[in-house]
Structures are given as structure tokens and as C-alpha cells.
């Protein structure tokens, strides 16, 4: 892929890009937000999990 030609793929797909709408955007938000709470939440239970199969171990 040469230059020119990249240069005119890239001018092809900023033609089709359009910028979302309010819709999109908060619907977007909503779901990246529910995303980082869920593994969150099973990031925390896995830790109280290891930590009572553990017992804290190495805590003095």
C-alpha cells in the first residue's frame, strides 16, 4: 500500500464518518459504565474469595 493510495482510503472513510448522536453517545456511556462496574464487582468478590481460601496468609 503506497502512500497516495492511503491517503485516499483515509479521505474515504472521514467521508462516511459521521459524529454520533445524543442517543448513541449516552447509550455508549451507559454501557461502558455497566462494563467497568460488573468487573469491578467480580474483581472484588474474587479477592474476598481468595482471601478467606487463603486465610492471609503472610499477614504479620
Same mark, same amino acid.
Given at each position: 500500500?503506497?502512500?497516495?493510495?492511503?491517503?485516499?482510503? /483515509?479521505?474515504?472513510?472521514?467521508? $462516511?464518518?459521521?459524529?454520533? *448522536?445524543?442517543?448513541?453517545?449516552?447509550?455508549? &456511556?451507559?454501557? /461502558?459504565?455497566?462494563?467497568?462496574? $460488573?468487573?469491578?464487582?467480580? *474483581?472484588?468478590?474474587?479477592?474476598?474469595?481468595? &482471601?478467606?481460601?487463603?486465610?492471609?496468609?503472610?499477614?504479620?
Amino acid at each position: 500500500m503506497g502512500v497516495g493510495e492511503f491517503i485516499n482510503e /483515509s479521505r474515504r472513510i472521514l467521508k $462516511l464518518a459521521t459524529k454520533p *448522536s445524543r442517543k448513541e453517545l449516552w447509550m455508549s &456511556t451507559r454501557v /461502558s459504565l455497566l462494563a467497568m462496574v $460488573l468487573v469491578g464487582m467480580v *474483581s472484588f468478590i474474587i479477592q474476598i474469595i481468595m &482471601t478467606l481460601i487463603t486465610g492471609n496468609w503472610g499477614v504479620y
